[in-house]
């Protein structure tokens, strides 16, 4: 499996990540996942011109767990996801990760704020927690250069200041 690094990034590639990590990573490509991105043309292209050094796919989570299964990747790739739903669809429809890097999910209207990196739905949080019992490990890093920190301790301690 070509997979260097899956994260999670409700922005999906930004500055942070188009000069830090991507270079951290040094993937040959970038396989954004977002069903709300890949039926946008206007943000694929945005993502794409966001790592114009890099090949830089766009699909929906369906579409890309459909190509997984059907072909192997064999190029060094970084992959980018919106939220634990997501990454928990992918694992479910047969991807295979054992380690996430978690970067953040902003605050939405269904979501609980508990930094403000750290926001949750209840069906994000309950993903997180599946995605756990299925031996997933889960790291919160928001640089390339921070120090790769379990995301769970994190959360349940800022869950009791609210």
Known sequence: ???????????????QVATSWL??????????????????????????????????????????????????IKRSTFVIVESTLDVLRLLEGGVTLDYVNFGGMRARDNRV????????????????????????KVDY???AYDSPTPLLPILEKAKQNI
């Open 1 to 15: 499996m070509a997979i260097k690094w899956i994260r999670i990034d409700d922005r999906l590639i930004h500055g």
């Open 23 to 72: 270079r951290h990573i040094n993937a040959e490509q970038v396989i954004c996942i977002s069903d709300k991105a890949a039926a946008n043309p206007v943000q694929v292209k945005v993502l794409q011109m966001a790592a114009p050094d890099l090949k830089v796919h766009v699909f929906g989570v369906d579409k890309f767990i459909s190509i997984f299964n059907a072909q192997p």
């Open 113 to 136: 704020q508990y930094s403000p990196e750290l926001c949750f739905s209840d069906e994000e949080y309950s993903a997180l927690k599946e995605l756990l019992e299925k031996n997933v």
């Open 141 to 143: 890093q928001i640089a």
